[in-house]
C-alpha cells in the first residue's frame, strides 16, 4: 500500500485516559512504534501536545467518542493536523482487542490513507452548534411541560383543550393563574377570554366547570413556574445566537430567501453546516452527510433496504420541520414537488425528498453567494 505520512499517530479515546501510538516507518520500510497512555487532565493533555511534537509527529488522527475527543482537539487543534473519524467505519478484523491495538490500527490506516474525516467545523460554528441544540433541548423540554399542563387540567376535568387552540395562549393563561390562585365559579374565569377567545364565552364556561383540588393548584403552579424558567432561558439562548450570528449575517439572509426558512431555520442550517461549503465536494455530499439520501444496497441484481442514511438528527429535524411548512406555501416548486412525490413516495418520504432539495439549493446559495429566486411556472402552479 501507499505510504502517506512516515510518521503519525492514532488516539484511542476514553474518558479518563487517551492510548496514543506513534508509528514512523523507515526509508528502509522498518516500522517503528511507541505507545503511552495520558491521563485526560488539560495538564496531561499539554504534555501529550509537547511529546508528539519532539516526536516530529505533524498528523494524528482519533476517533468520534461520544464528547471525549473534544478536549483533546481543542488542546491539539492548530498545533497538529487532525483528523476525526467515524468509528463505524475502521472496525478492526476480528480478533484480540485492546486499547494498544486500537491506536496502533488507526495510526496504520492514516499512515496509509485509509480514513475518511468526519466533519468538523470551526470554533465560532462549533459554538453556535452548542447554542442552538441547548436551545432545541430546552423547547423540547418547554413542549412536554406544556403536555404535563393539558394532563393536570384534564385531571381536573378542565376541558380548556377542547375550546381554545391553545391552552397557553394570552386567555388560557390567565384563566390558568386564576385557577391556580383558587377561583371556581366558571363565569368569572371565562372574563379572562381576549381577542378571538371572547366568541367562545359560552363553550368556556362549559369547559371551565371541573373539580379543582389543591393538589391540583400545587401541580399547575409548579408546571407554569417551570415553564416561565424555560422561557426565560429560550430568550437567553435567542440572544446569544442572534449576537453568535453576527459574523453570518449575509449566509443567514441569503437562507432566508427560501420559501419556509424562517431564521431560527437559518440558524440551526449555519450551525450545523457552518458557511463555508468549499468543505463538501458537492451538494450530494452534504445531502449524504445530513442523512437525507436513499440506502444503497444491492446484492445479486436485487435492491435490499433503501432507507436513508444516518447524519445530523438536528439538521434532519429542522429540514424535515421546513419541508412541512414549504410543502404548504403557496405557489412555490417545494408545493408543488410535495404534491408530485406525495402520490408516489407518500407523506413521510415526500418530506424527505423535500428537505433533501432544500438542502441542496442551500448549498447552492451559500457557495454561490446568491439569493434564491422562485422560479415555478405557471403550470406548476396551478
Known amino acids: 500500500m501507499d505510504l502517506l505520512h512516515r510518521k503519525c499517530a492514532g488516539f484511542d479515546v476514553h474518558k479518563k485516559t487517551v492510548v496514543v501510538c506513534v508509528r514512523s516507518v523507515e526509508p528502509d520500510g522498518v516500522v517503528h512504534k511507541q505507545v503511552r497512555t495520558f491521563a485526560t487532565m488539560t495538564a496531561d493533555l499539554l504534555e501529550l501536545a509537547d511529546w508528539l511534537d519532539a516526536e516530529g509527529v505533524r498528523h494524528a488522527a482519533m476517533e468520534s467518542t461520544g464528547v471525549y475527543w473534544k478536549p483533546i482537539w481543542h488542546i491539539l487543534e492548530g498545533r497538529f493536523e487532525l483528523m476525526l473519524v467515524n468509528a463505524h467505519h475502521m472496525k478492526q478484523v476480528p480478533g484480540r482487542k485492546t486499547d494498544v491495538k486500537d491506536a496502533e490500527w488507526i495510526a496504520q490506516l492514516l499512515q496509509h490513507g485509509l480514513l475518511s474525516p468526519s466533519f468538523v467545523p470551526p470554533p465560532p460554528i462549533r459554538d453556535l452548534r452548542d447554542l442552538t441544540r441547548q436551545r432545541a433541548q430546552l423547547v423540547a423540554d418547554k413542549a412536554a411541560v406544556a403536555n404535563r399542563i393539558h394532563k393536570t387540567l384534564e385531571g381536573a376535568n378542565i376541558k380548556l383543550a377542547c375550546v381554545a387552540t391553545d391552552i397557553l395562549g394570552v386567555s388560557g393563561r390567565a384563566m390558568i393563574e386564576r385557577l391556580i390562585r383558587g377561583e371556581t365559579d366558571p363565569e368569572r374565569l371565562a372574563e379572562e377570554a381576549r381577542g378571538r377567545m371572547k366568541q367562545k364565552v359560552i363553550p368556556l364556561r ?139 413516495l407518500g407523506k413521510k418520504k415526500a418530506l424527505i425528498a423535500v428537505a433533501r432539495k432544500i438542502l441542496e439549493l442551500a448549498y447552492v446559495l451559500l457557495k454561490n453567494q446568491t439569493d434564491y429566486v422562485e422560479k415555478l411556472a405557471p403550470a406548476d402552479a396551478a
Open 206 to 344: 362549559s369547559a371551565l366547570r371541573g373539580r379543582v383540588t389543591d393538589h391540583h393548584r400545587f401541580l399547575l403552579r409548579s408546571l407554569m413556574d417551570q415553564l416561565g424558567q424555560l422561557e426565560g432561558m429560550i430568550e437567553r439562548y435567542d440572544a446569544r445566537i442572534e449576537e453568535a450570528m453576527r459574523p453570518f449575517a449575509a449566509a443567514e439572509a441569503r437562507l432566508m430567501t427560501i420559501p419556509a426558512v424562517g431564521r431560527r431555520g437559518a440558524e440551526v442550517i449555519i450551525a450545523e453546516i457552518g458557511a463555508d461549503m468549499t468543505r463538501f465536494a458537492t451538494a450530494g455530499h452534504l445531502t449524504s452527510w445530513a442523512g437525507l439520501c436513499p440506502g444503497n444496497n444491492e446484492s445479486a441484481g436485487k435492491r435490499r433496504s433503501t432507507r436513508t442514511t444516518k447524519g445530523s438528527q438536528w439538521l434532519r429535524t429542522t429540514l424535515v420541520q421546513v419541508a412541512w411548512a414549504a410543502s404548504h406555501a403557496k405557489k412555490t416548486i417545494f408545493a408543488a414537488t410535495y404534491q408530485r412525490w406525495v402520490k408516489r
